[in-house]
Each structure stands twice: as structure tokens, then as C-alpha cells.
């Protein structure tokens, strides 16, 4: 269930308000609502807690399993982060200088050694040498009287030192090569010594792994920090008299309170002199979630907190639906009984292992060992054993299977008894009935949801509309994908006219949804509401028609599966049989079985929980638009 919330507003007197914070923030009952607060003290904090980040991303990639951690206090922490962060600043600025260094050694590199300071001095003897790259034409029309020794040559350009001046040659000039401020060889070891400095600055970091856990644990200090200085503030101000003498300043902010904490809110107001005012919250309002549930339901927390979903306030809580369809849908999409003995057996030993320390159990653990026994169910019912052939399988394990959709039967014709002759019903066919089915159960479990919701108001019947459309459309499903002519339009079963029943449901469903779904007090606003957007009132019936349709995701996808498994055995069994190559076997096997285990986990993210958040929610009319109550508290 959604726990009941009410609207809080507390008052308190400016000067007292970081008092009236600290209060609150021990009794750790209050949602307070977000504010970007202001100030210096704020920005410093959030400063330190980007250096301490960015500190930690740091050492994450350094740190090793056996670094003995030491503890230190958050000041010593920053100081870590710091250092830190002056020596990753100086790795990049000497990467920077030996880029540039590079590129001063690429620029030279086809003029083999050179030292300015040997040229200065051959200057100085009057022997001035230049060093030029020309294009090969011009290099032929050079004057004779000047002295060249070519160094290098290609097609285009010719690379030659000058001897004298060349002054009295201004084209010439565009050619002349700069030379460097140092040479070659100390160049050279400038690199080398930069190359060193960085491996002596990779040391001092890695040396900074012990203090991970104190900056992890600053890191949550200062959160909390920043989470008081903002509320402190970015709390709204009021001025209670127009005399600035005697001015009297208070200060309020809003949040959220769970309705069982009231009392202790109020007793918490009067001792501390706040003032409170309590109301209702409204759609309008940005309302936390809290959801209480039993033990059982609460074992799907792990699987909506990985993909971050939270119904909004006034949404459902759908999480023993959610629990139950996706325990079911992990069976199916998995589909092999061998790969649930799997599941649960690697559930099992963390489960075991905390219960004899007399630890507390991951509900994650627990959670995994549901996902594999759903799925050893699964397997039994129909026959599917790590994807041998069925017929291979021990005959009482063949026996514990369902024959309508056990492997064991696959290849026979199941009749039902309004057909007759040669017309029936394949295993294949009879799994996507079972899928359809969990479709229409499903579905129409959020429609039954909505009417009791909507049991005061007429829009009640927009849901049982829907609820009509639903059934209706699930057997037009049944005719047209799964078989026509057993499940023929033009069915009779006893007196009832099957086929026209179905469609007289979704038209008389039609009806009942055109008129009430968008009912608000008024029926013909409601009318005209639908009127309004006729398109997409029509596209919804075709919606219907393709949700269910998508629930034929879960055969398909655990059929592909079985396939894989199937052909790994195929691949692997041949060498079984020899000694030499048995090695190779078994590394086929536990590859291919554990590549398909991955897909299957990947598969279920995608289509198992797909069909909970986005069909069934969809029919919910929900949105996920909802986040966690967070009290303020230490």
C-alpha cells in the first residue's frame, strides 16, 4: 500500500530556524520539500563535496582488494582529496608539456641532431649556418653564390643547411626552419624526466587508496551538510510588522508527513514553539511515496529500486502484482528447469550462509531464489531440462509435465470438444493461449482495480468498459493468431454464439468507454471530451489488441531459448564422446549454456518487466512519475 502523507507547513522565528532544522532533523519524521538554498557556505560545501568526488573516481581505479583502509576524519579526508587533485592538475599540465615537446621533436626529426647552441658559436666564428626547406623548383633557381649542403631530398621539397647569409634573398626566407631553444638530445630528456614525474605523481595517488572508505564516508557528511545548509537557506522569509524597529522575522518551509506521525509532530511543535499547519495534498502538489507492504510483496523492492520506479502519490501500488506476473514471466522466458536448479542453487549459499552467522538476509537473495524456482517449475510442467530432448528425460519427470504444453507431447494434435475431424490445437499453439490468457488476467485486473477506485463516481463504468473490450478482443486474438478454425467467429457453444458475443463485448465496451472514460460530472463533457480526441479513442482499441498480442513475447522469446540451448547440446555432444576432446566439451557447454543464461536475464529486463511497467501500467493509467519519501534526518 502507498502510506497516507499530509501536507506539513512549519513556522518558526528567523533567528531560530537552524535550531528548528536540527530539531527536525533528529525527530527524522518531516519530507521536506526541495529548495536550492543560497549563499557562500552552501557553494563552499558543494565545492568540497566535487573535490572529494572527483578524489574517490580517482582511487576507485587504483585501489586493490588487500589496501588496509585507515580511518580519518572528514577535514582529513578534504585534505587527501586535495592533494589529490593538485597532483592529477599537474599529471595533465606535464602531459600537456610533453605533447608539446613531441611535437617539437616531429618537427626536427628529418634533421637528425641539433644544437642551437653549437650553431651561436659557429655564428660567432663567422660561419653562420641556416637551415632551410624548399620546394625542390625554387631550390633549382637558387642563386649560385649560395652555399647549400642538401641533408635530405624528396619529390617536392628539398631540406639543406645555407652557409652565409641570405638576407639579400626575401622568398627565401618563408622557408627558413625555426630552431629549437634546446637541443635535440635535452629535448629528449626533458621527456624522460616528465615521464618520470608523472610515475612518481602515480605513485603519491595510488598511496591515497587507503583513505577511500573516510572519503566515501565525508562524502555522505557532507551531503548531509549541504541538505541542512539548503533548507536552512533557502527557507521563505516574512516580515510580521511594517516597523523595521520592531521587526519580528519568521520563517517557515513545506514538506511532507506521514499521517501515523502526526501526533508526534504536534507534541514536537508545542515544545519547541513552531507553528504547523496540516492539509491534504493535492494532484497538484508534488507528494512523496512510501510503500508499506508484508514481508512477501517487499521482496520486489531490490528489482524496482535497480530500475528506479516509484508510482506517484495518487497512483497504485502494484507491487504484489508486479511481484507475481514477473516471477511468472521469468519462468516462462527462462523456460528450463535445469537453468532454475541453477538460479536457486546460487541463491542458496548467501541465503544459507547469513542464516547460520544469524546475519539478515538480502531480500536480493531471496528475490533470486523465487526467480529460480519459478522457473524449475516452469521447466517441470513442461518438461525442459537444460534443453535435452524430452524423450531422452527420465519417464517420471516426463510424468510431472502438463501434457497440453509439455515437450513430451509436442508433435500431437490436442482437440478440444467442440471441434471434430482433423482440426486442433499444437503445444506451440496451446503456450500462446497461456499467454494471451496472462494477458487478459492482467489487463483486466487494472481495469477491476480502476472501477473499485472510480465505485462512487459513473466513470466507473469507462473501466468495466475497457474490462469488455478486453475479453472480447481476447478471443478475436485466439481466432486470428492463434487458430481460425478452432476458435472460429462463427463458434456456437451450446446456445452461445461465441464469436458474436465477442464482438458485440467490444462494441457495447466501445460504447461504455466513449462515455464514461473522461467522466468528470458531466456526461456530455465527457462526450465531448472523447469527441475531442476521437483519433486516438479509436487508436485505443487497436491499443487493446496489441498489448495482448505483445504477450506472446514470453513464448517467443523463451522458445528461442530452447533453441539455443538445444543446438549447444548438439555441438557439444559429438565430442563427448572422445576422451581427447572432452575438455573442449565441457568449455562448450558451460559457455554456450552460460551465454544463453545472460540473454535470458537481459530478455527478462526487456520483455518481462516491459509487460508490468508499460502495458499493465498503461491500462492502470499510471505513470511512474512518482519519488521516495526521504525524511530529513540524521
Given at each position: 500500500?502507498?502510506?497516507?502523507?499530509?501536507?506539513?507547513?512549519?513556522?518558526?522565528?528567523?533567528?531560530?530556524?537552524?535550531?528548528?532544522?536540527?530539531?527536525?532533523?533528529?525527530?527524522?519524521?518531516?519530507?521536506?520539500?526541495?529548495?536550492?538554498?543560497?549563499?557562500?557556505?552552501?557553494?563552499?560545501?558543494?565545492?568540497?563535496?566535487?573535490?572529494?568526488?572527483?578524489?574517490?573516481?580517482?582511487?576507485?581505479?587504483?585501489?586493490?582488494?588487500?589496501?588496509?583502509?585507515?580511518?580519518?576524519?572528514?577535514?582529513?579526508?578534504?585534505?587527501?582529496?586535495?592533494?589529490?587533485?593538485?597532483?592529477?592538475?599537474?599529471?595533465?599540465?606535464?602531459?600537456?608539456?610533453?605533447?608539446?615537446?613531441?611535437?617539437?621533436?616531429?618537427?626536427?626529426?628529418?634533421?637528425?641532431?641539433?644544437?642551437?647552441?653549437?650553431?651561436?658559436?659557429?655564428?660567432?666564428?663567422?660561419?653562420?649556418?641556416?637551415?632551410?626547406?624548399?620546394?625542390?623548383?625554387?631550390?633549382?633557381?637558387?642563386?649560385?653564390?649560395?652555399?647549400?649542403?642538401?641533408?635530405?631530398?624528396?619529390?617536392?621539397?628539398?631540406?639543406?643547411?645555407?652557409?652565409?647569409?641570405?638576407?639579400?634573398?626575401?622568398?627565401?626566407?618563408?622557408?627558413?626552419?625555426?630552431?629549437?631553444?634546446?637541443?635535440?638530445?635535452?629535448?629528449?630528456?626533458?621527456?624522460?624526466?616528465?615521464?618520470?614525474?608523472?610515475?612518481?605523481?602515480?605513485?603519491?595517488?595510488?598511496?591515497?587508496?587507503?583513505?577511500?572508505?573516510?572519503?566515501?564516508?565525508?562524502?555522505?557528511?557532507?551531503?548531509?551538510?549541504?541538505?541542512?545548509?539548503?533548507?536552512?537557506?533557502?527557507?521563505?522569509?516574512?516580515?510580521?510588522?511594517?516597523?523595521?524597529?520592531?521587526?519580528?522575522?519568521?520563517?517557515?518551509?513545506?514538506?511532507?508527513?506521514?499521517?501515523?506521525?502526526?501526533?508526534?509532530?504536534?507534541?514536537?511543535?508545542?515544545?519547541?514553539?513552531?507553528?504547523?499547519l496540516i492539509e491534504e495534498p493535492t494532484v497538484e502538489d508534488n507528494v512523496p511515496t512510501k510503500l508499506k507492504n508484508n514481508k512477501f510483496v517487499s521482496l520486489i523492492?531490490?528489482?524496482?529500486?535497480?530500475?528506479?520506479?516509484?508510482?506517484?502519490?495518487?497512483?497504485?501500488?502494484?507491487?504484489?502484482?508486479?511481484?507475481?506476473?514477473?516471477?511468472?514471466?521469468?519462468?516462462?522466458?527462462?523456460?528450463?528447469?535445469?537453468?532454475?536448479?541453477?538460479?536457486?542453487?546460487?541463491?542458496?549459499?548467501?541465503?544459507?550462509?547469513?542464516?547460520?552467522?544469524?546475519?539478515?538476509?538480502?531480500?536480493?537473495?531471496?528475490?533470486?531464489?523465487?526467480?529460480?524456482?519459478?522457473?524449475?517449475?516452469?521447466?517441470?510442467?513442461?518438461?525442459?531440462?537444460?534443453?535435452?530432448?524430452?524423450?531422452?528425460?527420465?519417464?517420471?519427470?516426463?510424468?510431472?509435465?502438463?501434457?497440453?504444453?509439455?515437450?513430451?507431447?509436442?508433435?500431437?494434435?490436442?482437440?478440444?470438444?467442440?471441434?471434430?475431424?482433423?482440426?486442433?490445437?499444437?503445444?506451440?499453439?496451446?503456450?500462446?493461449?497461456?499467454?494471451?490468457?496472462?494477458?487478459?488476467?492482467?489487463?483486466?485486473?487494472?481495469?477491476?482495480?480502476?472501477?473499485?477506485?472510480?465505485?462512487?463516481?459513473?466513470?466507473?463504468?469507462?473501466?468495466?468498459?475497457?474490462?469488455?473490450?478486453?475479453?472480447?478482443?481476447?478471443?478475436?486474438?485466439?481466432?486470428?493468431?492463434?487458430?481460425?478454425?478452432?476458435?472460429?467467429?462463427?463458434?456456437?457453444?451450446?446456445?452461445?454464439?461465441?464469436?458474436?458475443?465477442?464482438?458485440?463485448?467490444?462494441?457495447?465496451?466501445?460504447?461504455?468507454?466513449?462515455?464514461?472514460?473522461?467522466?468528470?460530472?458531466?456526461?456530455?463533457?465527457?462526450?465531448?471530451?472523447?469527441?475531442?480526441?476521437?483519433?486516438?479513442?479509436?487508436?485505443?482499441?487497436?491499443?487493446?489488441?496489441?498489448?495482448?498480442?505483445?504477450?506472446?513475447?514470453?513464448?517467443?522469446?523463451?522458445?528461442?531459448?530452447?533453441?539455443?540451448?538445444?543446438?549447444?547440446?548438439?555441438?557439444?555432444?559429438?565430442?563427448?564422446?572422445?576422451?581427447?576432446?572432452?575438455?573442449?566439451?565441457?568449455?562448450?557447454?558451460?559457455?554456450?549454456?552460460?551465454?544463453?543464461?545472460?540473454?535470458?536475464?537481459?530478455?527478462?529486463?526487456?520483455?518481462?518487466?516491459?509487460?508490468?511497467?508499460?502495458?499493465?501500467?498503461?491500462?492502470?493509467?499510471?505513470?511512474?512519475?512518482?519519488?521516495?519519501?526521504?525524511?530529513?534526518?540524521?
Amino acid at each position: 500500500m502507498i502510506v497516507p502523507m499530509k501536507k506539513l507547513s512549519v513556522v518558526t522565528l528567523s533567528d531560530k530556524k537552524v535550531e528548528t532544522l536540527r530539531s527536525l532533523r533528529r525527530l527524522g519524521l518531516m519530507h521536506i520539500e526541495e529548495t536550492e538554498g543560497n549563499g557562500e557556505r552552501l557553494l563552499k560545501l558543494k565545492q568540497r563535496l566535487s573535490l572529494l568526488e572527483s578524489g574517490i573516481y580517482t582511487l576507485t581505479e587504483r585501489v586493490k582488494k588487500d589496501t588496509v583502509q585507515v580511518e580519518a576524519t572528514t577535514e582529513q579526508a578534504l585534505v587527501v582529496a586535495e592533494n589529490i587533485s593538485a597532483s592529477v592538475e599537474e599529471k595533465k599540465s606535464i602531459k600537456v608539456k610533453i605533447s608539446a615537446l613531441e611535437n617539437e621533436l616531429q618537427r626536427l626529426e628529418g634533421w637528425g641532431e641539433i644544437d642551437p647552441c653549437e650553431l651561436k658559436y659557429l655564428a660567432e666564428k663567422g660561419i653562420k649556418i641556416s637551415l632551410y626547406e624548399i620546394p625542390t623548383a625554387e631550390f633549382k633557381a637558387l642563386d649560385n653564390n649560395v652555399k647549400t649542403i642538401v641533408l635530405s631530398k624528396t619529390k617536392h621539397t628539398v631540406s639543406c643547411a645555407v652557409i652565409g647569409d641570405v638576407e639579400q634573398s626575401e622568398s627565401l626566407a618563408i622557408y627558413r626552419v625555426e630552431l629549437p631553444r634546446e637541443s635535440t638530445s635535452q629535448i629528449k630528456q626533458n621527456i624522460q624526466d616528465c615521464q618520470n614525474k608523472i610515475s612518481n605523481l602515480e605513485r603519491e595517488i595510488t598511496e591515497y587508496t587507503e583513505y577511500l572508505n573516510s572519503m566515501k564516508s565525508a562524502v555522505l557528511e557532507l551531503q548531509k551538510q549541504i541538505e541542512f545548509e539548503a533548507h536552512s537557506s533557502g527557507m521563505a522569509e516574512e516580515c510580521l510588522s511594517e516597523n523595521p524597529q520592531n521587526a519580528v522575522k519568521v520563517s517557515y518551509f513545506k514538506g511532507y508527513i506521514e499521517e501515523e506521525s502526526l501526533d508526534k509532530m504536534r507534541t514536537a511543535a508545542k515544545q519547541n514553539g513552531w507553528g504547523i499547519l496540516i492539509e491534504e495534498p493535492t494532484v497538484e502538489d508534488n507528494v512523496p511515496t512510501k510503500l508499506k507492504n508484508n514481508k512477501f510483496v517487499s521482496l520486489i523492492y531490490p528489482l524496482t529500486d535497480f530500475l528506479g520506479t516509484v508510482p506517484g502519490y495518487f497512483e497504485y501500488d502494484i507491487s504484489g502484482w508486479f511481484l507475481g506476473f514477473i516471477l511468472i514471466f521469468f519462468g516462462i522466458i527462462f523456460g528450463d528447469g535445469g537453468y532454475g536448479l541453477l538460479i536457486t542453487a546460487a541463491a542458496a549459499i548467501p541465503i544459507l550462509m547469513a542464516f547460520f552467522k544469524k546475519e539478515k538476509i538480502s531480500p536480493a537473495f531471496l528475490l533470486a531464489g523465487l526467480f529460480g524456482l519459478s522457473t524449475v517449475i516452469w521447466g517441470t510442467l513442461t518438461c525442459t531440462w537444460f534443453g535435452l530432448p524430452a524423450e531422452k528425460l527420465p519417464m517420471w519427470l516426463q510424468k510431472l509435465s502438463v501434457p497440453v504444453i509439455s515437450n513430451v507431447y509436442a508433435d500431437k494434435i490436442w482437440q478440444p470438444f467442440w471441434v471434430s475431424g482433423e482440426v486442433g490445437l499444437t503445444t506451440s499453439q496451446n503456450l500462446q493461449i497461456f499467454c494471451f490468457t496472462l494477458a487478459l488476467i492482467q489487463l483486466t485486473a487494472a481495469h477491476i482495480k480502476g472501477a473499485v477506485r472510480n465505485r462512487k463516481s459513473l466513470k466507473m463504468l469507462g473501466d468495466i468498459g475497457s474490462a469488455l473490450q478486453l475479453i472480447g478482443i481476447y478471443y478475436i486474438v485466439l481466432s486470428l493468431v492463434v487458430n481460425a478454425e478452432v476458435f472460429s467467429l462463427g463458434l456456437v457453444l451450446g446456445a452461445i454464439p461465441v464469436g458474436i458475443v465477442s464482438i458485440a463485448l467490444i462494441g457495447v465496451g466501445f460504447v461504455l468507454s466513449f462515455v464514461f472514460s473522461n467522466y468528470e460530472g458531466s456526461v456530455i463533457k465527457a462526450i465531448l471530451s472523447s469527441l475531442t480526441n476521437i483519433v486516438s479513442v479509436l487508436l485505443g482499441v487497436v491499443n487493446v489488441f496489441s498489448d495482448i498480442v505483445s504477450y506472446i513475447r514470453l513464448w517467443a522469446v523463451g522458445l528461442a531459448g530452447a533453441a539455443i540451448s538445444a543446438t549447444v547440446n548438439e555441438l557439444a555432444g559429438p565430442l563427448l564422446g572422445n576422451f581427447m576432446f572432452m575438455v573442449l566439451a565441457v568449455v562448450l557447454l558451460v559457455f554456450g549454456h552460460g551465454l544463453n543464461m545472460i540473454l535470458n536475464v537481459l530478455s527478462v529486463i526487456v520483455h518481462g518487466i516491459r509487460l508490468n511497467t508499460l502495458e499493465f501500467s498503461s491500462h492502470l493509467d499510471m505513470s511512474w512519475s512518482g519519488h521516495k519519501f526521504k525524511p530529513f534526518e540524521e
